[in-house]
Nanobody, 126 residues
Framework: QVQLVESGGGLVQAGGSLRLSCAPS????????MGWFRQAPGKEREFVAG????????YYADFVKGRFTISRDNAKDTVYLQMNSLKPEDTAVYYC???????????????????WGQGTQVTVSS
Protein backbone atom coordinates (compact mmCIF):
# COMPACT_ATOMS: atom_id res chain seq x y z
CA GLN A 1 0.00 0.00 0.00
CA VAL A 2 2.97 2.31 0.63
CA GLN A 3 3.77 4.09 -2.63
CA LEU A 4 5.97 6.93 -1.35
CA VAL A 5 9.26 6.53 0.49
CA GLU A 6 10.86 9.32 2.53
CA SER A 7 14.55 9.49 3.33
CA GLY A 8 17.11 11.95 4.67
CA GLY A 9 15.97 12.28 8.24
CA GLY A 10 18.30 12.02 11.18
CA LEU A 11 19.80 13.81 14.15
CA VAL A 12 21.07 17.36 13.72
CA GLN A 13 22.07 20.19 16.03
CA ALA A 14 19.97 23.32 16.26
CA GLY A 15 20.86 25.67 13.43
CA GLY A 16 21.87 22.82 11.17
CA SER A 17 20.35 21.57 7.94
CA LEU A 18 18.83 18.44 6.47
CA ARG A 19 17.40 17.60 3.06
CA LEU A 20 14.52 15.18 2.94
CA SER A 21 13.70 13.25 -0.21
CA CYS A 22 10.48 11.57 -1.27
CA ALA A 23 10.52 9.04 -4.09
CA PRO A 24 7.79 6.87 -5.54
CA SER A 25 7.58 3.13 -5.08
CA UNK A 26 6.08 1.25 -8.00
CA UNK A 27 4.54 4.19 -9.85
CA UNK A 28 5.14 7.77 -10.91
CA UNK A 29 3.84 10.86 -9.13
CA UNK A 30 5.06 13.39 -11.70
CA UNK A 31 1.52 14.67 -12.27
CA UNK A 32 0.59 14.89 -8.59
CA UNK A 33 0.82 17.82 -6.28
CA MET A 34 3.16 16.90 -3.44
CA GLY A 35 3.14 17.95 0.16
CA TRP A 36 5.22 17.58 3.29
CA PHE A 37 3.59 17.17 6.68
CA ARG A 38 4.96 16.47 10.13
CA GLN A 39 3.75 15.05 13.41
CA ALA A 40 5.37 15.20 16.81
CA PRO A 41 4.38 12.89 19.69
CA GLY A 42 1.10 14.03 21.21
CA LYS A 43 0.57 16.60 18.48
CA GLU A 44 -1.72 16.81 15.48
CA ARG A 45 -0.28 16.25 12.04
CA GLU A 46 0.48 19.63 10.51
CA PHE A 47 1.16 20.99 7.07
CA VAL A 48 4.73 22.01 6.29
CA ALA A 49 5.06 22.68 2.55
CA GLY A 50 3.46 21.84 -0.77
CA UNK A 51 4.22 22.11 -4.48
CA UNK A 52 2.05 21.79 -7.59
CA UNK A 53 2.93 19.42 -10.40
CA UNK A 54 2.41 21.80 -13.33
CA UNK A 55 4.17 25.10 -12.62
CA UNK A 56 5.90 24.39 -9.33
CA UNK A 57 3.90 26.86 -7.26
CA UNK A 58 4.87 26.44 -3.63
CA TYR A 59 3.06 26.75 -0.33
CA TYR A 60 4.55 27.00 3.15
CA ALA A 61 3.37 26.97 6.71
CA ASP A 62 4.17 30.24 8.45
CA PHE A 63 6.50 28.57 10.93
CA VAL A 64 8.88 27.37 8.19
CA LYS A 65 8.87 30.32 5.78
CA GLY A 66 12.38 31.52 5.12
CA ARG A 67 13.90 28.32 6.51
CA PHE A 68 12.48 25.43 4.45
CA THR A 69 12.30 25.04 0.68
CA ILE A 70 10.24 22.48 -1.20
CA SER A 71 11.26 21.49 -4.72
CA ARG A 72 10.85 18.66 -7.16
CA ASP A 73 12.91 17.04 -9.89
CA ASN A 74 10.52 15.41 -12.32
CA ALA A 75 13.36 13.74 -14.21
CA LYS A 76 14.14 11.85 -11.02
CA ASP A 77 10.48 11.75 -9.94
CA THR A 78 11.54 13.01 -6.54
CA VAL A 79 10.39 15.80 -4.25
CA TYR A 80 12.68 17.44 -1.71
CA LEU A 81 12.39 19.44 1.46
CA GLN A 82 15.50 21.46 2.22
CA MET A 83 15.43 22.38 5.90
CA ASN A 84 17.79 25.07 7.15
CA SER A 85 18.15 26.80 10.51
CA LEU A 86 16.52 23.86 12.21
CA LYS A 87 15.06 24.33 15.67
CA PRO A 88 14.31 21.77 18.40
CA GLU A 89 10.60 22.36 17.80
CA ASP A 90 11.06 21.02 14.26
CA THR A 91 11.57 17.57 15.78
CA ALA A 92 8.90 15.28 14.32
CA VAL A 93 8.21 12.49 11.90
CA TYR A 94 8.04 14.03 8.43
CA TYR A 95 5.71 12.57 5.82
CA CYS A 96 5.39 13.20 2.12
CA UNK A 97 2.02 12.91 0.43
CA UNK A 98 0.62 13.02 -3.10
CA UNK A 99 -2.57 14.68 -4.33
CA UNK A 100 -3.88 14.08 -7.85
CA UNK A 101 -6.27 17.03 -7.64
CA UNK A 102 -5.08 20.63 -7.91
CA UNK A 103 -4.81 22.49 -4.64
CA UNK A 104 -7.82 24.62 -3.85
CA UNK A 105 -8.14 28.20 -2.71
CA UNK A 106 -7.16 27.26 0.84
CA UNK A 107 -3.95 25.59 -0.30
CA UNK A 108 -2.83 22.08 0.64
CA UNK A 109 -4.94 20.16 3.13
CA UNK A 110 -3.82 16.87 4.65
CA UNK A 111 -7.09 15.09 3.99
CA UNK A 112 -7.03 15.72 0.24
CA UNK A 113 -3.83 13.75 -0.30
CA UNK A 114 -4.48 10.22 -1.51
CA UNK A 115 -1.05 8.66 -0.96
CA TRP A 116 1.31 8.86 1.99
CA GLY A 117 4.75 7.62 2.87
CA GLN A 118 5.76 5.93 6.11
CA GLY A 119 7.64 8.96 7.38
CA THR A 120 11.21 9.80 8.30
CA GLN A 121 12.31 10.92 11.76
CA VAL A 122 13.91 14.34 12.17
CA THR A 123 15.42 15.11 15.56
CA VAL A 124 16.93 18.51 16.33
CA SER A 125 19.00 18.77 19.49
CA SER A 126 19.49 21.93 21.54
Amino acid sequence: QVQLVESGGGLVQAGGSLRLSCAPSGRTFRRYAMGWFRQAPGKEREFVAGITWSVGRTYYADFVKGRFTISRDNAKDTVYLQMNSLKPEDTAVYYCAADLNPYGLQGPRAEEHEYWGQGTQVTVSS
